[in-house]
């Protein structure tokens, strides 16, 4: 069984040592399902929400279908879950950040990475919140701007980790403990944009 099968499983399924951050609330979310975004409904609004987003396309779909059937039943619903567990994931992903950041093993370059990363992410919770808002607002445009802030910061994480990953690895500078830190937090990243890609394509579907 692969590292990359087993890290998505968990994260999928709430195995990690936060679970309580990946999963959106139903009972919340409940309140604020009143205007529809998309005359798509049920699994096929799955499925396009999910379509293109990147390489964790079926994890998305597996996500989304894991949301209780009235939110699943318009966009306005799937949005909002969407960018609640974007928003719980966002702030589990900024706590490995920061504690992968005290490594006393790593080296510059990848320490760099992480404080770009962390410096990339402080403004993320406040942009999905404001997203969410938007949404339930009706207000389309300011979401899609406010989700587009926020993948362009996970693009730039993405980056500085890749780049630094990659160097140091070639050089063999990092032991195996650290580079399996480093492509955790890539691979965590690269989810967190897949996802919200995910919700801005189901917000432009409006």
Same mark, same amino acid.
């Not at 968990?10 to 999963?23: K, Q, V, Y």
């Given at each position: 069984? =692969?590292? !990359?099968?087993?890290?998505?499983? &968990?994260? /999928? %399924?709430? @195995? $990690? #040592?936060? *679970?309580? @951050?990946?999963? &959106? +609330? *139903? #009972?919340? =979310?409940?309140? #604020?399902l009143t205007h529809k975004i998309s005359k798509v409904s049920g699994e096929p609004l799955v499925q396009n929400a999910c379509r293109g987003v990147g390489d964790y396309e079926s994890e998305c779909i597996l996500k989304l279908q894991s949301a209780p059937p009235h939110q699943k039943a318009d966009g306005n619903g799937l949005a909002f879950f969407t960018l609640r567990f974007v928003e719980d994931h966002a702030a589990n992903l900024s706590d490995a950040i920061k504690k992968t950041g005290t490594n006393p093993d790593l080296y510059p370059l990848l320490q760099s990475a992480i404080s770009d990363c962390l410096v990339q992410y402080n403004p993320l919770d406040d942009l999905v919140e404001n997203?969410?808002?938007?949404?339930?607002?009706?207000?389309? =445009? +300011?979401?899609?701007? %406010?989700?587009?802030?926020?993948? =362009?910061?996970?693009?730039?994480? +993405? $980056?500085? /980790?890749?780049?630094?990953?990659?160097?140091? !690895?070639a050089e063999g500078k990092q032991g195996e403990e650290v580079q399996f830190a480093?492509? +955790? /937090? !890539?691979?965590?990243?690269?989810? @967190? !944009?897949?996802? @919200?890609s995910a919700a801005l394509n189901i917000v432009k579907a409006n």
């Open positions: 069984m =692969s590292y !990359k099968f087993l890290f998505l499983f &968990a994260l /999928l %399924f709430g @195995l $990690s #040592h936060c *679970p309580a @951050l990946i999963t &959106a +609330d *139903p #009972h919340v =979310s409940r309140l #604020h997203a969410i808002n938007a949404v339930l607002a009706n207000a389309y =445009s +300011d979401a899609i701007q %406010f989700i587009e802030a926020a993948i =362009s910061n996970t693009e730039e994480c +993405d $980056s500085e /980790l890749k780049t630094s990953y990659l160097e140091e !690895k480093a492509r +955790d /937090l !890539k691979e965590n990243n690269m989810f @967190l !944009k897949n996802m @919200l």
